[in-house]
């Protein structure tokens, strides 16, 4: 199945309406954009695209644990997917769950071109460092190059789709933190488009400490969106910002998007690495989580939370995509409506109490 190739940009093909958009193969296409991209043990990076039918661009980053010292991202134990392989079987996988089943009408992406954003890096789609913990025989290099290969990324996107009109930027897990990042980026790139963020799985409750202990070693400067003076790295002291900061900020300065998470009360995944950061419990997670997007979303008028029962880790990759709901309301039918710029009330499972 799979088609290594590098599509170059489409400039002189322009597709109806004097719109520039890539010539793909039915299916995943795998890209290998080259140049700096690698992934945490010097492996080659590449990304998936496949097409669609209409104008509209799902940009999906991918998750998968994070690491930030020897002990997480030693050999033994590692926190963090470290390589393409585990992506390259899974598009090998005949029938794809959740936001990927192209042919259920219930999708409301289901006829838009869909690009993956692999994730290898252990740094959340933001670092740019090569980084070396441990000693001795526990020394292990990592290359946290996510902010690269996120990069090359979009900038593939940017030579083969002259303008869409709709641009879902999302993605589970450690992709949540990737989709809210990357947004503006986007946005700066298709001003014209309607954008809409969903990031699953990623409340960004983390410990005091962990943005000073794990920052440095990804140097996430090149992942933030320098233009907007309240995120650009040689003006603000970011360690001390929180992802509803980051949400805030990214929406104040494009009050046109739409911004949006989704989280289970009692994630077991995310309250694991709070665990492992030192924090609490699964419940001290979760009243950490409720608090959090409260205090985004009362930073952050375009800003809305679907908050389900369970703990169910990632929403959009699964089958229960389509059969998700919160006090009434389908959490594919919500999307349906954020996409469609209606306006919707955050979904926060008063049941769930």
Known sequence: ???????????????????????????????????????????????????????????????????????????AGALFADDMDWMRDLMDEPEYPGIYDHENADNP???????????????????????????????????????????????????????????????????AYGSIMWTPHVVQRYPDARVVQLGDSGAGVITEDFFRDSFPSWNPDTAFPSWI??????QVDYYGLGLPDLYARIGAYYPQISLAQFNTVLDWNQSLYFEAMGGGDEYDWSDAMRESVALTESMTPNFRHFMADGDQHCVIPDPSFFTMSADGVMLVDWLDQRIAGEAVDSVLCESCE
């Open 109 to 175: 992406v289901n006829d838009w071109y869909h690009v993956l954003v692999p994730y290898c890096t252990g740094d959340i789609h933001w670092g740019d460092s090569t980084t070396t913990y441990g000693e001795g025989a526990d020394e292990v290099t990592i290359e946290h190059k996510g902010a690269v290969n996120a990069q090359a990324v979009l900038e593939w996107v940017g030579e083969n789709f002259s303008a869409p009109e709709d641009v879902l930027m999302t993605g589970c897990s450690a992709g």
């Open 229 to 234: 003076p309240e995120l650009d790295p040689a």
């Open 1 to 75: 199945m799979h088609l290594l190739f590098l599509l170059l940009a489409c400039a002189d093909d322009p597709k109806e309406g004097g719109l520039v958009m890539p010539d793909l193969d039915d299916g995943w296409n795998e890209i290998d954009p080259g140049g700096d991209t690698r992934c945490a043990r010097g492996t080659d990076f590449s990304f998936f695209v496949r097409p669609g039918t209409t104008n509209k661009l799902v940009v999906e980053f991918i998750g998968g644990g994070a690491c930030w010292n020897a002990e997480t991202c030693g050999y």
